[in-house]
């Protein structure tokens, strides 16, 4: 079966830090993966997403950027982190190709100070 | 373009009630539909899914989803409500950009639970 890995599970850091969340994917092949930010209270908001290695679409011009260095790993990073970067990040996954489901990791909540 | 609106940001209701939860959707494509239930601190679980089959879609945990069309909406309801069931619900539609599936969800709605 999938399972998605989302780590760390929290993190708090200081404004102007950089930031490294990492998600990975085992139990499937050539996935698409998401990165979304949810901020408190409020809905999901798409930031990235990726169908192939090296391969990234943005959603949202910000201060976050994304890499897929390999087919199952999901990259999501910042130079330096600004206090609305704050919110619980989710990573998920689908396969093929149309609007197949999307299935989502346990999140990292990430507080900047 | 795809769009999805969740009527009610938060819904109370007594334990063994009925749970209703409103989504109305906007989709220039025959949608897919889905609805999410998110426990705190954790990450999205589906509960059900409509891809264009059966108009009345049934879940885990006991719920079911109907897809109207006439109306454009795709209402999330469970004939008891337990404890458990208070949680963040999102309804969203799916959209489509090149070979990627992208889901457009609504803002949500937290369902609490009185004893």
Redesign the interface.
Known sequence: SQTIHQWPATLVQPVGSPLSLECTVEGTSNPNLYWYRQAAGRGLQLLFYSVGIGQISSEVPQNLSASRPQDRQFILSSKKLLLSDSGFYLCAWSVGTGRETQYFGPGTRLLVL | AQSVTQLGSHVSVSEGALVLLRCNYSSSVPP?L?W?VQYP??????LL?Y?SAATLVKGINGFEAEFKKSETSFHLTKPSAHMSDAAEY?CAV??????????I????TRLSIRP
């Open positions: 897919y889905f999410y601190n954790q990450g999205l679980q589906l899914k891809t999102f799916s959209g489509l950009s090149g070979s990627a599936s992208k889901i969800f609504g803002s949500g």
